[in-house]
């Protein structure tokens, strides 16, 4: 999958849709999440890309992932610029999914807590 440099954020969050919803996609996802989280939301000093992709694509995924897109959500969540409030809400929404689910989610947890200090 490769995403232009000039596509505009609609284009850019499919992409990451289209990573998250795949799981012959997510392990590459995983593992080139700092990329795709850049290639989706840029610099975004302001956050608000970020907040938007949260929204828009993170959330909607972890309502209904399996454990590696997942793990590929909380990696590419790892990278974007969130304000205390969102960190809290996508912390919650892990565990609530990982209540949901028998099989574990430490995966797609430690991939998003390591970027994230205390």
Not at 9 to 38: C, G, M, N, Y
Not at 78 to 83: E, I, K, Q, Y
Request: aromatic share 6%; net charge positive; glycine share 6%.
């Amino acid at each position: 999958m490769r995403l232009r440099s000039g596509a505009r954020w609609p284009a850019r969050f499919h992409a990451v849709r289209i990573a998250l919803s795949k799981p012959s996609i997510a392990p590459k996802a995983v593992e080139k999440a700092d990329l795709l989280a850049h290639a989706a939301v840029g610099l975004d000093p302001t956050g608000e890309l970020s907040r938007q992709l949260l929204q828009e694509t993170i959330f909607p995924v972890l309502e209904q992932c399996e454990s590696i897109t997942c793990a590929a959500s909380g990696a590419i969540a790892g990278h974007l610029r969130l304000a205390r409030a969102e960190v809290g809400a996508l912390a919650r929404a892990l565990v609530e999914r990982m209540k949901a689910k028998q099989y574990s989610f430490a995966l797609s947890f430690r991939a998003w807590a390591r970027r994230w200090p205390g």
